[in-house]
Each structure stands twice: as C-alpha cells, then as structure tokens.
C-alpha cells in the first residue's frame, strides 16, 4: 500500500517524499496496489492521474488513466479508487517514485 497527500502537482522525491517507503525497486511481475482517497468535503468534481517513474532513467514505467473523483458522498463517506499494476517494464530493479497531478487536494 501506498500513502501520501498533495496538492498539484505532487512530485515523489526518492529522498524527501518516498512513497514507496524504502520498497521502490521490484522485480517483473510484481504488484503494486494503489489506492487514492478523496476528501469527503470534496463539493466539485477532482481530476487525478497517478504516475510510476524510473530515477535513474527518468523514464515513466506506468501511468494511470485520468480518475474522477466527487463530488463527495452526501453520506460523509470518503470516495476511494484502486489501481492493480503489474510491473512489466525495463529496468525494474531501479529506484522509482510516484507522482501525482490532481486538480484539489488529494
């Protein structure tokens, strides 16, 4: 599991904002489960997009279709997405980050 918060742009930092938590090198055929909550005071609609990115190569390994979240449930409840990756990409092995554009906090 993944946890963070930001306001856009949210860029993961291997050294100041690791995401990963240390576990940013993986193997083929991992899985790495994301899941982004939303603010339950959320009054319009948010627009998220999640990215997994190599550090050495400055590549992007993954990114995540556009997200919409909102507005917030009337019942207070936060609105929760999952995404499931399967790594399957070059050079797995090397440090990645997560960065996250969204258009309201996250």
């Known amino acids: 599991p993944v946890g963070l918060a930001c ?3 949210c860029r993961g930092d291997v050294y100041d904002q690791d995401y990963f938590r240390g576990r940013n090198q993986f193997h083929s055929g991992d899985i790495i489960f994301l899941t982004p909550h939303i603010d339950t005071t ?3 609609d948010s627009y998220l997009r999640m990215a997994i ?3 050495q190569s400055n590549k992007t390994k993954w ?7 909102g507005p917030a449930s ?3 409840k936060r609105v929760t997405k999952e995404a499931r990756v399967t790594v399957n ?5 090397e440090q ?7 258009n309201v906090s996250c």
Do not use: A, M, Q, Y
């Not at 990409?89 to 092995?93: M, V």
């Open 89 to 93: 990409w070059e050079n797995p092995e």
């Open 96 to 102: 990645h980050v997560i960065d996250v554009w969204s």
């Open 63 to 69: 990114v995540s279709s556009d997200d919409t979240f």
């Open 53 to 55: 990115r190599g550090v």
């Open 74 to 76: 009337l019942d207070g």
């Open 7 to 9: 306001k856009t742009p």
């Open 42 to 44: 959320l009054t319009e």
